[in-house]
């Protein structure tokens, strides 16, 4: 199994000392380096920015919002950056949800499964540079000949010869057909919450796609990189203090990301057998008591989604995630101290 740091997306400021996370993280042997986005920072610049130091890590996007981008800017960013890395991109994608993309970036959410096919088959054709881009489908038709079209566009080939015609594209999935139809299309998948308890939930969605006629990937050479939060401690009481400093973050997805009647995060915590609680915990939040929502999450559902323990218990728990099909371990560390250990731990 892979690890790859996962630097998200920014809080109100750039943080501090990411040159030195990454620089870190490939003198370690880590596999690659991901960021994020949500409403303010993107996820290619930073990967321009810092993998400019880099030569050997993979830079990944985890994930690229579709919403906020036409398929062909995106593969032009992708095309672009995997030049100047020399063929080191993971393009990582997913599909928000209505509050983001119709609140922030004004386009309409409706048919996710739809549209995500044809971003990544409009994608795949530009970076394939075998014939002019031209797409059918009704989310993103090429040449477009809509409303307040003039009739002139025309199909086009991109004009920079792409460095790889198979960039890997991984995807975020949550719910059962949209897991599937990863497995069918994409060449990885992007999990969120998943645990090694409820890996067994996934396993026939996936293997739904595999089954697919068409199917891009078979199970052993498709990539699942699941994040965690992985922290060696002293003893029970340390990891006790850290389990309780990261149920307000799990409060969060379950209650406040997104609305009451369309939290897709919240439906993950369902579907593990949560569903109670993560009802409460949703109206709670919503109502403004987080700290209450918080205090709601137990320790075996944090301890479950994350990694914490002693250097033998984090070994112990890293073999289980791996056991059950997680080829990349994508994790955050707050100093270069921190990735050097775990990368001789997990050597």
Not at 79 to 93: A, Q
Not at 142 to 167: C, E, F, Q, T
Request: net charge negative.
């Amino acid at each position: 199994m892979k690890l790859g740091l996962q630097l998200g997306y920014w809080g109100a400021q750039p943080p501090h000392g990411v040159g030195e996370l990454v620089a870190a993280a490939e003198d370690a042997g880590f596999d690659a380096v991901f960021t994020a986005e949500a409403w303010g920072s993107d996820a290619f610049t930073p990967l321009a920015w810092w993998g400019r130091e880099t030569s050997r890590i993979r830079l990944g996007t985890s994930i690229v919002q579709m919403s906020g981008r036409t398929p062909t800017s995106i593969a032009m960013h992708a095309l672009t950056l995997d030049h100047l890395s020399g063929g080191r991109v993971i393009l990582g994608m997913g599909v928000s949800g209505p509050q983001v993309v119709e609140g922030w970036y004004g386009q309409p959410f409706a048919k996710p499964l739809a549209r995500t096919r044809e971003v990544v088959d409009v994608i795949r054709q530009v970076l394939a540079r075998e014939a002019p881009v031209t797409n059918d489908g009704p989310h993103h038709p090429m040449p477009y000949a809509g409303p307040g079209a003039v009739g002139l566009g025309k199909p086009l080939k991109s004009i920079v010869h792409p460095l790889r015609a198979d960039i890997p594209i991984w995807l975020g999935a949550e719910g059962p057909k949209n897991v599937a139809q990863t497995a069918e299309i994409a060449d990885g998948w992007i999990p969120i919450f998943y645990t090694p308890n409820s890996a067994g939930m996934y396993r026939p969605w996936l293997d739904e796609g595999f089954a697919r006629p068409g199917a891009r990937r078979t199970r052993e050479d498709f990539e699942i990189a699941a994040t965690c939060h992985l922290q060696i401690v002293s003893g029970a009481e340390e990891k006790q203090q850290v389990l309780d400093g990261m149920k307000p973050v799990v409060a969060l997805y379950m209650g406040g990301m997104g609305a009451q009647e369309a939290n897709f995060h919240n439906q993950v915590f369902v579907r593990m057998g949560y569903a109670d609680l993560a009802a409460e915990v949703q109206r709670l939040y919503l109502g403004g008591e987080k700290d209450r929502a918080a205090a709601l999450v137990p320790d075996e559902l944090v301890d479950d989604m994350h990694i914490v323990g002693t250097e033998g218990e984090v070994r112990e728990k890293v073999a289980a995630w791996e056991e059950t099909g997680v080829t990349t371990l994508m994790l955050s560390f707050r100093s270069p101290e921190e990735v050097r250990r775990v990368a001789e731990l997990l050597a």
